[in-house]
């Protein structure tokens, strides 16, 4: 009964912007640190941002000064805000739920995953 439901992805131009949101549900999600994590085809998936509890944000480095990750927690959400969207950033992106989260060791929940292309 537990889900993540993500919102849809889609094509973009780069320099543009794209929201994406995962809603939760069978969870107590304030107390849930909350991630997106992305797959590029034939590459390792890689965490993209990552927010605790307390609401600490944590970046990877190729997405920091361009992504933000906020979480919602009235409406168990979190969003990822991605601005100047370069060709790079497509992959998958996919949602998770940690209530223990360990560097390198990803578990919990996860999000159906949600595609975003970045072309001209």
């Known amino acids: 009964q537990v889900q993540l439901v993500q919102s849809r992805g889609g094509l973009v131009q780069p320099g543009g912007s794209l929201r994406l949101s995962c809603t939760t549900s069978?969870?107590?999600?304030?107390?849930?640190?909350m991630g997106w994590f992305r797959q590029a085809p034939g590459k390792q998936r890689e965490l993209v941002a990552v927010?605790?509890?307390?609401?600490?944000?944590n970046y990877a480095e190729s997405v920091r000064g361009r992504f933000t990750i906020f979480r919602e927690n009235s409406v168990n959400t979190v969003y990822l805000q991605m601005d100047s969207l370069m060709p790079e950033d497509t992959a998958t992106y996919y949602c998770?739920?940690?209530?223990?989260?360990?560097?390198?060791?990803?578990?919990?929940?996860w999000g159906q995953g949600t595609q975003v292309t970045v072309s001209s």
């Open positions: 069978g969870i107590t999600f304030e107390i849930y640190s």
């Open positions: 927010v605790d509890r307390s609401g600490i944000a």
């Open positions: 998770n739920a940690d209530i223990n989260p360990q560097p390198g060791r990803p578990s919990g929940y």
